[in-house]
Structure formats: structure tokens, C-alpha cells
């Protein structure tokens, strides 16, 4: 289930226009930091089944990767938000798998991004 991680270049293209490309460094800092946060509060809700909170933390997670051009870990959050939706743990286990997978992927390419 893992996918190769990847960034949308028109979505960061349009990103680096606004306030002279400022937006984005801060941007990738804000959505590198609450990933990490919101994996661990996934991992924590995958232990007792919490399939209510699973489903919003996806949907969090979903905004932000699309809004940053993260297209896979949106479509990976899309799934694990459905799949929690359907109270499939089996399934919100894989998922969350690959969604740390895709996003160990990503840091490098936000990285390169990223400016001070």
C-alpha cells in the first residue's frame, strides 16, 4: 500500500507566488509538525479503536496534504478517513502504515522546499 510520495509542482508553483514564497516555507514547517503530531495521535486512537477520532484527524490531514500538494498522502488520508468512517480497523491500520511510509518518503522533497 506504500506509494511513492510526491509533491504537486502547479500547487506549489501557485504556492511560491504568495508573499514572495514566504507562505510556503511556513506552510511545509506548519504541515511538517502537525503530521508528526496527528501519525502519533493515530497510532494512539489505532490502539483503543477509536474510529471517531481516526476519521477526524483523516479529514485534517486530508486538507492539509491537498492544500500543500501532498496528492498522496490526501488520497491516503481520503481512504483512512472512509475507512474509519466504515469502522474498519483492519483497513485504518494499513492505511496509517502507509500513510507514515509516504510521509518518511516526503520529508525529503519538503526539504528541498522549505525555505528559511
Not at 497510532?43 to 474510529?51: G, N, P
Not at 486530508?62 to 491516503?76: E, I
Amino acid at each position: 500500500m506504500a506509494i511513492d510520495a510526491q509533491l504537486d509542482e502547479s500547487q506549489l508553483a501557485t504556492l511560491r507566488l504568495l508573499r514572495n514564497g514566504q507562505l510556503l516555507g511556513n506552510l511545509i514547517r506548519t504541515y511538517r509538525t502537525q503530521t508528526q503530531q496527528q501519525l502519533l495521535k493515530l497510532r494512539q486512537a489505532l490502539d483503543v479503536e477509536d474510529t471517531a477520532n481516526i476519521a477526524t484527524i483523516a479529514h485534517s490531514m486530508k486538507s492539509a496534504s491537498f492544500t500543500l500538494g501532498a496528492t498522496q498522502m490526501g488520497q491516503l488520508s481520503t481512504t483512512l478517513e472512509s475507512a474509519a468512517m466504515q469502522c474498519d480497523v483492519t483497513q485504518c491500520r494499513k492505511v496509517i502504515m502507509a500513510l507514515q511510509e509516504n510521509y518518511d518518503t516526503l520529508l525529503p522533497a519538503l526539504a528541498r522546499e522549505e525555505r528559511p
